[in-house]
């Protein structure tokens, strides 16, 4: 199909973060996404929350070229008219303690009738030719479904149920919850799907909608701050990578899967690895490991190891460029690991649960070696340490699996057989293309 790369096309995305802010995974994703519109010459409109999770500073958003127009809904007022309904929405609820049997009776919906109206304001003045939704608690903006003439997307970065049963140790009401969750993806045109299992589940049950899988994705390189390299045609081997600093690297922010894994790592695991280590987290979960007392000089259960922490790094690539190994040991959690892929397009190795590659096309052969306990763990890790043959075919595996699902380039072209009129789009269904 011949692809009008001139589309000058308008986009409304409702997403609740500053995606600048990078705090998490998908912010990483969302800036991906936005980034690629640009190249195309999209127009990109952003609907998102205050007083919800992040801070903002508009004109930064908008004079890095990304954002054209800029929309905010304040989250906290209406949590406020809600209660005075007496309804009861959990904003933090990762945080509340689970009482009685069930925790979820319903799925949480943060489509407010002031939001809503917002956004019927927003799509009355101006014509747009996507729309695209992050998380089915917003699914109920589209309900009625409003009368214009655009595709509605949902990009669905996770399996909220599963989500909400791993947080509440399965204490929900998991077939309310999951047959409201299909009944709200199945009011969208498309879905998005970064999880090759999620979207086989939901096609399954939601038939409405079309599916296309649409990884993380990224250029080599990329998270470089300096001088990024991208030599896609030439492998060099690791030789067990002597001079790099850290031997271990965990990324991660503060929710909840991530804080659980790197105890489970540190409690677990680490107490197995005989030769001395040097461990570095990066990102928000640092402040609970220094709480914990897991950082070196405190007196937390790790001993004489090295575990050092950076809460925040200007140079993400630099990081993983002096790592040898990349850690996942996440007993939770949906969608795709971005901390994983970042770790492929570096080349390096990933010791993890069978979580670390949940969302893959594929989970063998890709330069993630999976353990489902500690002593396992801790041998994989061991054996990519004492073994240069080893390290280096994994290394090899990860860089070309990197390659094939989850570069920038390949990822685009599926993006580009997307975004297009919506009258091109049925007719490519049609034809069968």
Same mark, same amino acid.
């Given at each position: 199909?011949?692809?009008?790369?001139?589309?000058?096309?308008?986009?409304?995305?409702?997403? &609740?973060?500053?995606?600048?802010?990078?705090?998490?995974?998908?912010?990483?994703?969302?800036?991906?996404?936005?980034?690629?519109?640009?190249?195309?010459?999209?127009?990109?409109?952003?609907?998102?929350?205050?007083?919800?999770?992040?801070?903002?500073?508009?004109?930064?958003?908008?004079?890095?070229?990304?954002?054209?127009?800029?929309?905010?809904?304040?989250?906290?007022?209406?949590?406020?008219?809600?209660?005075?309904?007496?309804?009861?929405?959990?904003?933090?609820?990762?945080?509340?303690?689970?009482?009685?049997?069930?925790?979820?009776?319903?799925?949480?919906?943060?489509?407010?009738?002031?939001?809503?109206?917002?956004?019927?304001?927003?799509?009355?003045?101006?014509?747009?030719?996507?729309?695209?939704?992050?998380?089915?608690?917003?699914?109920?903006?589209?309900?009625?479904?409003?009368?214009?003439?655009?595709?509605?997307?949902?990009?669905?970065?996770?399996?909220?149920?599963?989500?909400?049963?791993?947080?509440?140790?399965?204490?929900?009401?998991?077939?309310?919850?999951?047959?409201?969750?299909?009944? *709200?993806?199945?009011?969208?045109?498309?879905?998005?799907?970064?999880?090759?299992?999620?979207?086989?589940?939901?096609?399954?049950?939601?038939?409405?909608?079309?599916?296309?899988?649409? &990884?993380?994705?990224?250029?080599?390189?990329?998270?470089?701050?300096?001088?990024?390299?991208?030599?896609?045609?030439?492998?060099?081997?690791?030789?067990?990578?002597?001079?790099?600093?850290?031997?271990?690297?965990?990324?991660?922010?503060?929710?909840?899967?991530?804080?659980?894994?790197?105890?489970?790592?540190?409690?677990?695991?680490?107490?197995?690895?005989?030769?001395?280590?040097?461990?570095?987290?990066?990102?928000?979960?640092?402040?609970?490991?220094?709480?914990?007392?897991?950082?070196?000089?405190?007196?937390?259960?790790?001993?004489?190891?090295?575990?050092?922490?950076? &809460?925040?790094?200007?140079?993400?690539?630099?990081?993983?460029?002096?790592?040898?190994?990349?850690?996942?040991?996440?007993?939770?959690?949906?969608?795709?690991?971005?901390?994983?892929?970042?770790?492929?397009?570096?080349?390096?190795?990933?010791?993890?649960?069978?979580?670390?590659?949940?969302?893959?096309?594929?989970?063998?052969?890709?330069?993630?070696?999976?353990?489902?306990?500690?002593?396992?763990?801790?041998?994989?890790?061991?054996?990519?340490?004492?073994?240069?043959?080893?390290?280096?075919?994994?290394?090899?595996?990860?860089?070309?699996?990197? *390659?094939?699902?989850?570069?920038?380039? *390949?990822?685009?072209?599926?993006?580009?057989?997307?975004?297009?009129?919506?009258?091109?789009?049925?007719?490519?269904?049609?034809?069968?293309?």
């Amino acid at each position: 199909m011949e692809i009008n790369r001139e589309m000058n096309k308008k986009i409304l995305l409702v997403y &609740p973060h500053n995606f600048l802010e990078r705090k998490m995974g998908v912010d990483s994703r969302f800036y991906g996404l936005i980034t690629y519109f640009k190249t195309r010459n999209i127009e990109v409109d952003l609907f998102a929350l205050k007083n919800f999770v992040s801070s903002w500073d508009k004109q930064d958003l908008q004079e890095k070229g990304l954002i054209d127009e800029l929309f905010f809904y304040d989250f906290a007022e209406g949590r406020r008219q809600g209660k005075r309904k007496g309804k009861k929405w959990p904003l933090r609820f990762l945080k509340q303690k689970v009482s009685g049997d069930v925790k979820f009776a319903e799925l949480p919906d943060y489509a407010f009738d002031g939001m809503k109206k917002k956004f019927l304001q927003i799509l009355a003045a101006k014509q747009y030719d996507f729309v695209i939704i992050s998380y089915v608690y917003w699914a109920g903006l589209i309900e009625p479904r409003p009368a214009k003439n655009c595709r509605i997307i949902l990009d669905l970065s996770d399996f909220t149920t599963l989500n909400l049963f791993d947080m509440t140790a399965g204490k929900i009401d998991t077939g309310v919850l999951l047959g409201e969750e299909i009944r *709200r993806v199945n009011l969208f045109d498309d879905v998005l799907c970064i999880s090759a299992e999620e979207q086989w589940f939901f096609s399954q049950f939601a038939k409405n909608p079309y599916y296309y899988y649409i &990884p993380f994705f990224l250029k080599k390189g990329s998270l470089d701050k300096k001088n990024p390299k991208n030599d896609k045609d030439k492998y060099e081997s690791k030789d067990k990578d002597k001079n790099k600093k850290y031997d271990l690297l965990f990324v991660g922010s503060d929710n909840p899967f991530n804080k659980e894994g790197i105890d489970w790592f540190l409690k677990e695991v680490f107490p197995l690895l005989s030769a001395p280590l040097n461990i570095l987290v990066v990102g928000k979960v640092t402040a609970h490991v220094r709480e914990q007392g897991y950082e070196t000089g405190n007196s937390g259960s790790t001993g004489n190891k090295n575990v050092k922490c950076i &809460p925040f790094a200007a140079d993400l690539g630099d990081v993983y460029r002096q790592t040898k190994i990349a850690l996942c040991p996440l007993l939770g959690g949906t969608g795709i690991k971005i901390k994983v892929i970042e770790a492929l397009a570096y080349e390096l190795p990933v010791v993890t649960t069978p979580k670390g590659v949940t969302g893959f096309p594929s989970k063998a052969g890709n330069g993630c070696l999976v353990a489902d306990t500690p002593q396992e763990f801790a041998d994989q890790v061991s054996r990519l340490l004492s073994d240069g043959n080893f390290y280096n075919e994994q290394s090899r595996q990860a860089r070309q699996y990197f *390659r094939e699902h989850f570069e920038e380039s *390949r990822v685009y072209k599926q993006l580009d057989h997307i975004f297009l009129s919506p009258g091109e789009i049925r007719r490519s269904r049609e034809k069968g293309e």
